[in-house]
């Protein structure tokens, strides 16, 4: 979960994003759209979503680091792992 008022906002604001993306799919859907259209939402949708899964795990993990941080801060060598760890993730999250 996200901690910070500015992790929270952005969560917030990603939240609203994919809410709007998924109300004009609903539309998209009521319309009679071609699949091309509403295969591209539905990229862009799942795009999102993955996005903000993405920002809620690197939160989790670092939580997670400063837990067992004896410092109450992620050292050097955590934030380093922290940050490999995520890049793996993303490129399997795509």
């Not at 837990?67 to 050292?75: D, E, I, L």
Request: charge should be positive; include cysteine; glycine fraction near 8%.
């Amino acid at each position: 979960m996200p901690h910070t008022p500015e992790e929270k906002k952005r969560a917030v604001t990603r939240l609203r994003r994919i809410r709007g993306q998924a109300d004009a799919l609903i539309l998209a859907v009521e319309r009679g759209e071609d699949c091309g259209a509403l295969l591209q939402q539905l990229s862009a949708l799942r795009g999102a979503a993955t996005g903000l899964m993405a920002e809620v795990l690197e939160s989790h993990l670092r939580e997670t680091m400063l837990a067992g941080s004896s410092a109450g801060a992620p050292q050097p060598d955590e934030a380093d792992e922290i940050a490999r760890t995520m890049r793996v993730v993303r490129t399997y999250l795509k």
